[in-house]
């Protein structure tokens, strides 16, 4: 499997593309509005790439880099596990959201997305909105993710939030023998717009919901909407007393440090690549017995929302019924990792991978 240098240098950008099976790498920059950023294009087997584009203030152009390749090769398996006709893509752009972020920079983003002349679509990611999208959409006609009064299907958040609680139950059925969420310890990690919305779902089932994330602001408005969510400080989450760990922010949290703390029996979140290694630790969660729902099968319901928005054929309650499969898909990919003795995380990954590997040999016979 893929292994990543802490520090790649630029030569070695073509070898990671090669061990991760990349088909392009695109870096956009432009001065004149400050933009810096990279598009990846993963796999386009199934169709177009498609995939979120994120805003976040990496600490060095490499961190950037491999953020975005990892992440846009989730996207192949997130999509093609959902039964999508799409490929996986993902963009970055480097910069603080709340101080740089601005339309002439988005719009010049844009730009960049309109020169790939559809072999790459996209919609809002972390520090992203539907309005930031209606910027992205003056520029090019590639985006999703518009809001619905302009005939998009607005944010997707609700909808991969939907599918993360769906996974959970269905976690929740293989450990505990039931579905319900009720009275079970859940600490969401990241009250942004994808937890925050799982939060609402928690509390309505009468979950004992706790929430951790760096920024107050989303931590207020958190508690002021539910008065009874435990606050935790973002360096005690993984020693906080849960049955269920829901990383909801970014990826990269279940490592070995955070590993030797955790208590949980279930994680299940929304948060990409919340595996530091794929293999290494998707093994020792399973040693411990610690249930891990593959988060690019669990957090699906958002590439859903947009693809549909994509086709042209959008409609609300079809996208909801579709989520709602994500339960019956984390049953059998639980199932197949218990009946093969491999890891959940590896079980998912064979199941999107005979798919891309099935439909690329139909594609072949035209």
């Known amino acids: 499997m893929i292994e990543f240098q802490t520090q790649p240098q630029s030569l070695e950008i073509f070898q990671q593309m090669g061990k991760m099976e990349h088909e392009q790498l695109l870096f956009c920059n432009d001065k004149a509005t400050g933009l810096k950023a990279i598009i990846a294009i993963h796999n386009t087997v199934l169709g177009p790439a498609m995939g979120g584009t994120r805003m976040w203030n990496y600490a060095s152009e490499e961190d950037a880099i491999k953020d975005v390749l990892r992440l846009s090769r989730g996207m192949t398996f997130k999509s093609a596990i959902a039964g999508l006709n799409i490929g996986g893509g993902k963009a970055v752009i480097i910069g603080d959201a709340r101080t740089q972020k601005n339309e002439a920079l988005l719009r010049r983003f844009g730009q960049f997305v309109n020169n790939l002349s559809g072999k790459f679509w996209t919609a809002e990611d ?23 009064g302009l005939g998009g299907s607005g944010d997707p958040s609700p909808l991969t939030a939907y599918g993360v609680y769906m996974g959970m139950k269905s976690a929740a059925n293989k450990v505990y023998g039931s579905d319900s969420l009720k009275g079970k310890k859940i600490m969401v990690q990241g009250a942004g717009n994808v937890g925050s919305n799982l939060i609402d779902l928690l509390v309505k089932e009468k979950a004992n919901v706790s929430v951790s994330d760096i920024y107050e602001d989303k931590i207020e408005n958190i508690t002021k909407k539910h008065a009874k969510i435990k606050v935790v400080k973002p360096d005690d989450v993984y020693d906080a007393d849960m049955d269920i760990y829901s990383p909801c922010a970014l990826g990269g949290t279940i490592n070995d440090d955070s590993i030797r703390s955790m208590k949980c029996k279930i994680i299940a979140g929304g948060a990409n690549n919340q595996l530091e290694d794929e293999v290494a630790h998707a093994n020792k969660l399973n040693a411990l017995e610690i249930l891990f729902v593959p988060d690019f099968l669990i957090n699906s319901g958002g590439i859903m929302n947009v693809y549909y928005e994509k086709e042209g054929n959008y409609n609300k309650e079809k996208v909801m019924a ?45």
């Open 126 to 148: 972390v520090n992203m909105t539907s309005q930031d999208m209606e910027y992205i959409r003056m520029e090019t006609p590639y985006v999703t993710g518009i809001s619905e």
């Open 322 to 366: 579709q989520t709602e499969k994500i339960y019956d898909i984390c049953t059998s990919v639980l199932d197949h990792a218990k009946a093969s003795k491999i890891s959940t995380n590896e079980a998912a990954l064979q199941l999107a991978m005979k798919r891309i590997e099935a439909i690329g040999k139909l594609k072949l016979t035209h």
